[in-house]
């Protein structure tokens, strides 16, 4: 069978298998990084940070399955990379969040739903309702991409050891060890343009196709700067203009719809 095929297969199980069981399990414990953080140098941390706790065990993972596919060939791709992938999709529950998020919005609980993100992701100030849709723009926007679209780009153009790093350099984000910022704005990059792209699709075309050729190409726009100027351009105006609810609305059946436009493009690659 073709590898493409195989990619695919493993990647239509590996989703299939997160959506239906959700976040968790045996692989999401798993934490391939704990033998490596010993190595980790004071004096050079930025790059032995990227060494150990990304490249190191992205690398052990790779020569296991290169073994496994001289051993087993198209099955290898089955098992390793269908694990792989499922190891590299997000922690969060993002469905529930987003019907928490979603219900005290519509129940007119501007407060209740900002604390449903700061329960996750707090700065600690109080946001009035604007502050709180550009917030919310950039928290959902960036956990679908984290948690799904840029494992499965990753999977796509390097294969599974390429989904494995992905997962491991967004693992170190809030500990004692992070990947660097600017690194992180260069993994994000092809993810999060990919993704307004297809905002545009369902939103304003031409805002938002302007705002990813105008800012796209450059890192210098943060990842959260990015996403927030695309929904903005896709949701047609200012975060004012919209009551919460129905901006929220908005925004995750942008989100949805993306989704599936993505999983339609990665089978029409397969099947042509």
Same mark, same amino acid.
């Given at each position: ?70 051993? =087993?060939? @198209?099955? %290898?791709?089955?098992? !390793?990379?269908?694990? +792989?992938?499922?190891?590299? *999709? &997000?922690?969060?529950? /993002? ?36 502050? =709180?849709? @550009?917030? %919310?723009?950039?928290? !959902?926007?960036?956990? +679908?991409?984290?948690?799904? *679209? &840029?494992?499965?780009? /990753? ?40 993704? %307004? ?12 196709? &302007? ?62």
């Amino acid at each position: 069978m073709n590898l493409d095929y195989l990619a695919f297969l493993s990647f239509m199980v590996a989703t299939g298998l997160y959506w239906f069981m959700g976040p968790g399990g045996p692989l999401h414990a798993i934490d391939v990084q704990s033998p490596f953080r010993a190595q980790i140098d004071d004096a050079s941390r930025a790059n032995s940070v990227l060494l150990w706790l990304v490249g190191a065990p992205t690398a052990v993972f790779a020569v296991l399955f290169m073994i496994s596919e001289g051993l =087993f060939g @198209g099955a %290898a791709m089955l098992l !390793f990379g269908t694990a +792989a992938l499922f190891y590299s *999709f &997000g922690r969060e529950d /993002y469905p529930t969040l987003t019907q928490r998020v979603l219900a005290r919005a519509r129940a007119g609980d501007s407060a209740g739903a900002a604390s449903v993100i700061d329960s996750i992701e707090s700065d600690g100030e109080a946001h009035d309702d604007a502050e =709180f849709c @550009g917030e %919310a723009s950039i928290f !959902f926007s960036k956990m +679908a991409m984290q948690r799904w *679209f &840029g494992p499965v780009i /990753y999977f796509f153009l390097m294969g599974p050891a390429g989904a494995v790093a992905y997962r491991l350099a967004h693992e170190t984000q809030g500990t004692a060890f992070p990947v660097s910022e600017s690194v992180m704005r260069v993994i994000e990059w092809l993810p999060s343009r990919l993704m %307004a792209l297809s905002f545009a699709v369902f939103g304003d075309f031409d805002k938002t196709l &302007g705002h990813v050729v105008q800012k796209g190409p450059s890192l210098q726009p943060s990842t959260a700067e990015f996403f927030e100027d695309a929904v903005d351009a896709a949701l047609e105006g200012d975060k004012t203009e919209l009551a919460i609810y129905e901006r929220l609305s908005g925004l995750f059946r942008l989100l949805d719809r993306s989704f599936l436009l993505w999983l339609g493009i990665f089978a029409l690659f397969v099947l042509v």
